[in-house]
Each structure stands twice: as structure tokens, then as C-alpha cells.
């Protein structure tokens, strides 16, 4: 049972660059969800997803794009890399939304040159 | 938009004492969750313990309590007998829908 999977752990960029970072869950949980976190500033929600086909935006969607085509895969994509994405990237999932407990990846340290 | 603020950036506490660490959160749903999740060095985050606001009963794991206050929107998490183990950054969230977190305290543990 390997949880939530978060790759890469660790990946540079130089800005405009474009670059996937990939999250699989196998625990069958329908919500899924990207943080980033910064020093200072916490977590903070990028996109969401509450099943396969639904996405919707957090709190700093701006330069991040996601897509739900099956319940296990949660991609975020940033289009043309810049400096201010330079950040620890969180997966996180769990069955349902509000009660149900988070589990995170493993985090994936982005550096945007 | 939901904000959650804990207003001690740093705590410190001796081995074997006990430390109490702010949160205060200002949801308008009725129905909620509160977390306390633990990131050690290592980064990985930690689930410490969980209150559902419809229940009185402060929430209780082994060496952890919280200390919900819901009308004052207060959701404080006291670590008792610290251990060296317990040093980490601590979140507090909260989650009617999405979990909103807070910025976080790290906690430094004296030998």
C-alpha cells in the first residue's frame, strides 16, 4: 500500500520552462489536492479535485494547471515556469472532503531559476 | 475566504514539560473539522489529532489535548511530557470543505 506517490522530489527549472509534477494515490479517495507550502505562509491550496472529471481552484491557482481523468492520478502542471513558484509541492488526498484526514505525499521541492 | 492564524511563529519547551500552542480559526460553517498535523525536519506531514466542532469533548491522543473553545473559535493543542521527538513545525487547519491552514509554529524541545 503505497499511499500518496509524489514525483519528483526534487526538480530545476529555468523560467518559461513547463514541467508536470505527477501524484498517484492508490487508496480509492475520491478528493485530491495540491499545496504549496513557503516559508512563513503555511500551506496554501493550489487546485482541488473531488472526483474524476471535477477540478476547481484554491486559494493561488494563477500558473498551475490540473486534470482528473481517472480516480488515482492528479497531475499539476506549471505552464512557463517563473521564480515565485519556486516552493515545496504537497499532494494530498483523502475519501471525502471535511472529516476525513489528509494523507500527503512525500512533497516535491521545486527551484525556478 | 477561511482564515486560520496561530500567532506564535516560535514556541520552546524543556523535556518532560508541558507546552500549549494557539489557534484560532474564524469559519462561519456549523458544521467543521479541526486539525493539528506535526511536519518533523523530515517533511513529511503528520496527522497529531482531529475535533469535530459538533463535539463538546476536547479531543485527546496520549500525550496531546486540544482545547476547543467554539465559540470563541479557539482550538489550542497542549503537548504534555515533551519529548525530544516533538520538536517539529505544527499546523493547525480547519475544514468544512477544503482544509485551510495556518502558518504554523515550530516548536524547539530543550534536553
Known amino acids: 500500500n503505497a499511499g500518496v506517490t509524489q514525483t519528483p522530489k526534487f526538480q530545476v527549472l529555468k523560467t518559461g520552462q513547463s514541467m508536470t509534477l505527477q501524484c498517484a494515490q492508490d487508496m480509492n479517495h475520491e478528493y485530491m489536492s495540491w499545496y504549496r507550502q513557503d516559508p512563513g505562509m503555511g500551506l496554501r491550496l493550489i487546485h482541488y479535485s473531488v472526483g474524476a472529471g471535477i477540478t476547481d481552484q484554491g486559494e493561488v491557482p494563477n500558473g498551475y494547471n490540473v486534470s482528473r481523468s481517472t480516480t488515482e492520478d492528479f497531475p499539476l502542471r506549471l505552464l512557463s515556469a517563473a521564480p515565485s513558484q519556486t516552493s515545496v509541492y504537497f499532494c494530498a488526498s483523502s475519501l471525502m472532503t471535511g472529516a476525513n484526514v489528509l494523507t500527503f505525499g512525500a512533497g516535491s521541492r521545486l527551484t525556478v531559476l | 475566504a477561511q482564515t486560520v492564524t496561530q500567532s506564535q511563529p516560535e514556541m520552546s519547551v524543556q523535556e518532560a514539560e508541558t507546552v500549549t500552542l494557539s489557534c484560532t480559526y474564524d469559519?462561519?460553517?456549523?458544521?467543521?473539522?479541526l486539525f493539528w498535523y506535526k511536519q518533523p525536519p523530515s517533511r513529511q506531514m503528520i496527522l497529531v489529532i482531529r475535533q469535530e466542532a459538533y463535539k463538546q469533548q476536547n479531543a485527546t491522543e496520549n500525550r496531546f489535548s486540544v482545547n476547543f473553545q467554539k465559540a470563541a473559535k479557539s482550538f489550542s493543542l497542549k503537548i504534555s511530557d515533551s519529548q525530544l521527538g516533538d520538536a517539529a513545525m505544527y499546523f493547525c487547519a480547519d475544514s468544512n470543505y477544503k482544509l485551510t491552514f495556518g502558518k504554523g509554529t515550530l516548536l524547539t524541545v530543550n534536553p
Open positions: 469559519t462561519s460553517e456549523s458544521d467543521y473539522y
